[in-house]
């Protein structure tokens, strides 16, 4: 079965610095991925969606990367701010299939 | 231009019951998913709909049913309550069936006691 494996269940870094987030999976051929911020309580909100035949996105201070022969797609978020610190979910998508699977989370906490 | 609407936003019920969880997509959007999400979890499809059908089933149990109405809301009922039916219910719409962004509604944390 399918597995999604985000790096770490916490990451601590200094305001200003770059938080890096990883998302692995496996058994899985995704036609695209998606990276959801979810705070406390709330659901999940939509940041970025890469697709298969796409190497790099942007969007202001987030950038995602998508490798397909490693099976990672990595999370950036530059000049880190106070107001960032929330869980960072990546989810995969399937040519054919609706649904995400969703990694457990990081939680991003970051120290002012 | 109002997001996704879940109602309620908390409910506790008794292990045996049943529960109606409803859902109003965003303005626009014809599909609507439902999610699982225990706590320290990531979300777990439960299923989707579009055009008032079923058009796909996450590894959920037949106590788990759901409708699509003509306005596009939706409605997710769990039958026979288990303790570990607790969790948050995530609604999530979106435009065409997949492969766009989804957008979540604030859920509903079902507890069951």
């Known amino acids: 079965s399918q597995k999604i494996e985000q790096n770490s269940e916490a990451l601590n870094i200094q305001e200003g610095k770059t938080a890096t987030l990883t998302c692995n999976y496996t058994n899985y051929s995704p036609a695209y991925l998606q990276w959801y911020r979810q705070d406390p309580g709330r659901g999940p909100v939509f940041l970025l969606l890469?697709?298969?035949?796409?190497k790099e996105k942007r969007k202001e201070r987030l950038k995602v990367t998508f490798d397909t022969t490693l099976k990672q797609s990595l999370f950036h978020i530059t000049a880190s701010q106070p107001a960032d610190s929330a869980t960072y979910l990546c989810?995969?998508?399937?040519?054919?299939?609706?649904?995400?699977?969703f990694g457990t989370g990081t939680r991003l906490t970051v120290i002012p | 231009d109002a997001g996704v609407t879940q109602s309620p936003t908390h409910l506790i019920k008794t292990r045996g019951q049943q529960v109606t969880l409803r859902c109003s997509p965003k303005s626009g959007h014809d599909t609507v998913s439902w999610y699982q999400q225990a706590l320290g979890q990531g979300p777990q499809f439960i299923f989707q709909y579009y055009e008032e059908e079923e058009r796909q089933r996450g590894n959920f149990p037949d106590r788990f049913s759901g409708h699509q109405f003509p306005n596009y809301s939706s409605e997710l009922n769990v039958n026979a309550l288990l303790l570990g039916d607790s969790a948050l219910y995530l609604c999530a719409s979106s435009l065409g069936q997949g492969r766009t962004e989804a957008f979540f509604g604030q859920g509903t944390r079902l507890t069951v006691v």
């Open positions: 890469i697709r298969e035949n796409e």
């Open positions: 989810a995969l998508g399937r040519t054919g299939a609706n649904n995400l699977f």
